[in-house]
């Protein structure tokens, strides 16, 4: 059981309902120490992205990380290009509101193989991670769960985010490991090994798979609340070197529907009850 909340982050998007003001004074209130922000909370604060992060590190919280980039295949040329340029707009909007970390959904387009939907995402990658070098940010591919692997990403493993890290070799480049996208993959704890060994565990999410979902995306439950062996996971992402924060991420309509403040008050519930 953690003894206390100094390793608990929440995202944004958890909390839907509420601004990236309010969340923030909300969350260091209630004793949270670090926040991972959404494109769509950032950009609609008005104070821009340096204010936003002031703001945040006022209220005592860490800003975790910046999500989410990514989508980086496409049929055209042309619009790869453009998510590459829109990458380095979001790495230079993480920068400015001091985010050490973008999170990657790398994508995947309907009408081309898996296949070359990675091989353009090692492509995408390749070319704007001088920026993130530059700009001192890192970049985090997420494996999605592979019911995703039609339109929103084509890597749903750690051995395939291990595979382009490998590729690519730069220190800037790692892995966002969300319980809820790889519980399934009887090759997790060999993929967390390896991935720790390098030094690529960059972010580690939390969440639940309920039991026959009403939603395949807006559905997620409260740790504790599914199916996921969350506890042995994370046994196998510790002894993989990972001390970092662990990151609250739920997609839910009906806890968007409740009263946020109660909301937030079982999240760090089931947190301090996790073995």
């Known amino acids: 059981m953690p003894l206390s ?17 309010t969340a923030a004074r909300k969350y260091g209130a209630a004793g949270v120490k670090g926040m991972s922000i959404w494109l769509d909370a950032a950009r609609g604060f008005r104070g821009g992205m340096a204010e936003a992060g002031r703001m945040v590190r006022q209220e ?15 049929l055209e040329g042309a619009d ?13 909007e993480a920068a400015e509101l001091g985010a050490p970390l973008i999170v990657l959904v790398v994508g995947a387009t309907p009408g081309q193989s898996l296949f070359e939907s990675r091989k353009q995402v090692t492509e995408g990658l390749a070319a704007v991670l001088p920026h993130a ?22 890597v749903s493993t750690l ?6 890290c490998d590729a690519l070799d730069h220190p800037n480049l790692g892995i966002t490991l969300d319980v809820f996208h790889v519980w399934w993959d009887d090759q997790l704890e060999t993929g967390i090994k390896n991935a720790g060994e390098k030094g690529r565990i960059f972010s580690f999410h939390i969440c639940d798979w309920k039991d026959q979902p009403d939603d395949m995306l807006n559905d997620r439950g ?23 924060f662990e990151e609250v991420e739920i997609f839910s309509n009906r806890y968007w529907a ?12 089931e947190y301090l009850n996790l073995p």
Request: hydrophobic share 40%; with cysteine; glycine share 10%.
């Open 80 to 92: 790869r290009q453009k998510a590459m340029g829109e990458n380095k707009k979001i790495i230079d």
């Open 222 to 244: 409260l740790m504790g609340e599914g199916v996921i062996d969350i506890a042995q996971i994370r046994r196998w992402v510790r002894a993989a070197g990972f001390s970092g």
């Open 258 to 269: 409740m009263d946020q403040d109660e909301f937030l008050e079982k999240i760090k519930d």
């Open 5 to 21: 909340l100094d390793k608990l982050c929440i995202h944004t998007i958890t909390t839907k309902p509420w601004d990236l003001e």
């Open 133 to 154: 070098e530059a700009a001192g940010v890192k970049l985090g591919i997420e494996p999605l769960h592979p019911m995703y692997a039609d339109s929103r990403s084509a």
């Open 159 to 164: 051995g395939q985010a291990n595979a382009i």
């Open 60 to 74: 005592g919280l860490d800003i975790v990380s910046y999500v989410r980039g990514g989508f980086f295949t496409a």
